[in-house]
């Protein structure tokens, strides 16, 4: 009986000590898969920054790289929420590029947040050149993934595939940063694809631009 007592007593202490062991194990896989997760968001938030470090700045400007903290895509409304402010000397009306171009324009400034008003909603208006054959327009957003040129200055047709960057005109964009390009033209004008989908970027600059405003 003593020995059995024992015995049950030790197989008690392996069980006891298996249930701790394996407590001890789910903890540490549970810490393994955090930071596992931590890692992996790491990984995509560098190859994002080092996608803004290729980005080739405008000359005689300065940025502010600021992290996408929201997207907001509506009917009537499409728009990004960024992570500085007036802290951050960002002002209303700054551009705002990604890696390969001007995404949309700060339309709201918080003290340390600020929204932009993305090339692709209804209401935004910039000021845009034809790359090669110097057509001045307005850009106007549809909506949806295209863009539209509006207000040509002239009749000279721009042909398909050519490329669409900004103009300096009113001094708040500056010159020469890409938007797009032409990707048809029917009874209804121009119609301009973007290079990329305005939302992916998770990194943005806000263009710090000072130019000859037009009076």
């Given at each position: 009986?003593?020995a059995?007592?024992?015995?049950?007593a030790?197989?008690?202490?392996?069980?006891?000590?298996?249930i701790d062991?394996?407590r001890?194990l789910?903890?540490?896989?549970?810490r393994?898969?955090?930071?596992?997760?931590?890692?992996?968001?790491?990984?995509?938030?560098n190859?994002?920054?080092?996608?803004?470090?290729?980005?080739?700045?405008?000359a005689?400007v300065?940025?502010v790289?600021?992290?996408?903290?929201?997207?907001?895509?509506?009917?009537?409304?499409q728009?990004?929420?960024?992570n500085?402010?007036?802290?951050?000397?960002?002002?209303?009306l700054q551009?705002?590029?990604d890696?390969v171009?001007l995404?949309?324009?700060?339309t709201?400034?918080?003290p340390?947040?600020?929204?932009?008003?993305?090339?692709?909603?209804?209401?935004s208006?910039?000021?845009?050149?034809?790359?090669?054959g110097?057509?001045r327009a307005?850009?106007?957003?549809?909506?949806?993934d295209m863009l539209r040129?509006?207000?040509?200055t002239?009749d000279v047709?721009?042909?398909?595939g050519?490329?669409?960057?900004?103009?300096?005109?009113?001094g708040?964009?500056p010159a020469?940063?890409?938007?797009?390009?032409?990707?048809?033209?029917?009874?209804?004008?121009?119609?301009?694809?973007?290079?990329?989908?305005l939302?992916r970027?998770?990194?943005?600059r806000?263009v710090?631009?000072k130019g000859?405003?037009?009076?």
């Amino acid at each position: 009986p003593v020995a059995s007592a024992r015995a049950l007593a030790a197989d008690a202490r392996a069980f006891f000590h298996t249930i701790d062991e394996n407590r001890k194990l789910k903890a540490e896989n549970e810490r393994l898969r955090h930071w596992q997760s931590v890692a992996i968001e790491l990984k995509a938030e560098n190859e994002s920054l080092r996608t803004m470090a290729n980005y080739q700045p405008v000359a005689e400007v300065s940025y502010v790289t600021a992290r996408v903290l929201s997207t907001s895509l509506g009917d009537f409304a499409q728009t990004i929420l960024l992570n500085v402010g007036e802290k951050d000397g960002i002002e209303n009306l700054q551009p705002v590029v990604d890696s390969v171009g001007l995404i949309g324009r700060v339309t709201e400034v918080g003290p340390h947040t600020a929204r932009v008003l993305l090339l692709s909603d209804v209401a935004s208006r910039v000021p845009v050149v034809s790359a090669k054959g110097r057509q001045r327009a307005l850009l106007t957003g549809t909506g949806n993934d295209m863009l539209r040129l509006s207000f040509l200055t002239s009749d000279v047709p721009i042909k398909l595939g050519e490329s669409i960057v900004t103009s300096e005109e009113g001094g708040l964009i500056p010159a020469g940063i890409t938007v797009g390009t032409v990707f048809r033209h029917d009874a209804s004008g121009y119609l301009i694809k973007p290079h990329r989908p305005l939302t992916r970027a998770e990194y943005v600059r806000v263009v710090q631009f000072k130019g000859s405003q037009t009076p």
